[in-house]
Nanobody
């Protein structure tokens, strides 16, 4: 069983930055792609960024140039650096581990999830 624990969320003013972390248990983190999703109230969970174990990346259009996904396989940890935050970035952010080591875009293609961390951006 894999457990993912996120941290780093909080309240920030528009234009500010946050860095989310996701620590995974077990030894298989490095073998699979990881993703960061977010879910705002009343909206569906959406993929924000994803990265394979060989560092190929995907970004949702609204975060390109502002968010950076990274990972440290030796530490079983994934990161999401979020800069130039906007009020519309407000959501609960989840890290997830994919079922494969390729870029995956759908919720059902991820089998392990963290508990979520709240990000609130004030205007």
């Amino acid at each position: 069983q894999v457990q993912l624990v996120e941290s780093g969320g909080g309240l920030v003013q528009a234009g500010g930055s946050l860095r989310l972390s996701c620590v995974a248990s077990g030894r298989t983190f490095r073998l699979y792609s990881t993703g960061w999703f977010r879910q705002a109230p009343g909206k569906e969970r959406e993929l924000v960024a994803a990265m394979t174990s060989t560092y190929s990346t995907y970004y949702e259009d609204s975060v390109k140039g502002r968010f950076t996904i990274s990972r440290d396989n030796a530490k079983n940890t994934g990161y999401l650096q979020m800069n130039s935050l906007k009020p519309e970035d407000t959501a609960v952010y989840y890290c997830a581990r994919s079922t494969e080591n390729s870029l995956q875009f759908k919720v059902e293609e991820y089998d392990y999830w963290g508990q979520g961390t709240q990000v609130t951006v004030s205007s």
